[in-house]
């Protein structure tokens, strides 16, 4: 029977809009300075348009490359794609495309700009180390992603955010905009490099925030699709221990995408760049998992 899971999670969507309504705001006003300082702005404009338009259409396709992964058949993993496909029956989703990464690094993510044009990406880590029902949890989380729509989203925002990146590295490389070499032109140039800065801390910081929550919203899209939040739990304990034994080199080689990895692939434990983190805290995901199955099973809630 088909099951309308949750739908629309109303708070995601209403972050997710905000975020790129604040981040559109900002970037107007930006522009509009950059125009007025004579920045050239409009052919950076048009140079990042073909990239986000690169971005949208082929950003599932970057990322699969970028990890190996390979498009499986039902015949090449029939295990994979009959959990994917019951999963997308009982929450009334199209069938994504299935990717598996002959990787050790035991992850997966979502990439696509639509339910229907998208995909998930497993590693044979993954598969090799969960148990069936941890990985039909991770899976059912995955496909929250693309229910939610926050990929695509994301992938928008992050596009802009790079923006004001992409302006400060021409300037300096330039060593001025748009070729003034007037006595202005040091004060034009240190005007704007500024105002980018700030910029890139506040798409920085709102993308943080962002990332952030669609994943509890994907945590708990998952829980109720699956019925057992605790899969999922177990599942996250199980892939942040193993990223901890996975050597430093091959982490940072997939570092790329870990704003949509399930787990990002960094070294576990707390350190001022835990602050900037794309996820939230395991252990605080865990323990939300945890607190809904209780929830489901009738128990009492444990004191914390």
């Known amino acids: 029977m088909t099951r309308r899971w949750y739908g ?8 997710m809009g905000l975020t790129i309504f604040l981040l559109g705001l900002v970037y107007v006003g930006f522009i509009s300075a950059l125009i007025a300082a004579g920045a050239g702005a409009v052919i950076v404009l048009v140079i990042a348009a ?7 259409f082929f950003s599932d396709k970057l990322a699969l490359a970028s990890m190996g992964a390979r498009v499986t058949t039902p015949e090449e993993a029939p295990d994979l794609h009959a959990t994917i496909e019951r999963l997308c029956q009982l929450s009334d989703l199209p069938k994504p495309r299935i990717a598996v ?42 496909l929250s992603h693309i229910a939610n729509r926050d990929v695509v989203v994301m992938t928008v925002a992050s596009f802009l955010a790079t923006v004001a990146g992409l302006l400060i590295r021409m300037g300096l490389y330039a060593g001025q905009f748009g070729g003034r070499r ?38 708990r899209g998952a829980a ?81």
């Open 101 to 142: 990464a002959n990787t050790d690094l035991p992850n997966a993510f979502a990439a696509g700009r639509s339910p229907k044009a998208a995909t998930v990406c497993v590693t044979t880590g993954l598969m090799e180390r969960l148990e069936p029902q941890e990985l039909e949890g991770v899976l059912a989380h995955e």
């Open 50 to 56: 073909g990239v986000l338009l690169v971005q949208l």
């Open 182 to 219: 007037d006595n202005n032109a040091a004060a034009v140039f240190a005007l704007v490099l500024v105002v980018s800065v700030i910029v890139y801390v506040v798409s920085f910081l709102l993308l943080r925030a962002l990332s952030r929550y669609r994943e509890y919203a994907a945590d």
């Open 224 to 304: 109720i699709m699956t019925g057992a939040p605790s899969q999922l739990a177990s599942a996250l304990g199980k892939i942040s221990g193993e990223i901890a034994r996975i050597p430093t080199r091959d982490l940072r080689s997939a570092e790329g995408l870990n704003a949509f990895f399930i787990i990002p692939a960094v070294a576990t434990g707390f350190s001022l760049s835990s602050i900037f983190r794309t996820h939230p805290p395991t252990e605080r995901r865990i323990e939300r998992l945890l607190a809904m199955q209780a929830d489901i099973d009738g128990a009492p809630r444990a004191e914390v």
């Open 8 to 15: 629309r999670d109303r708070s995601l969507s209403f972050r």
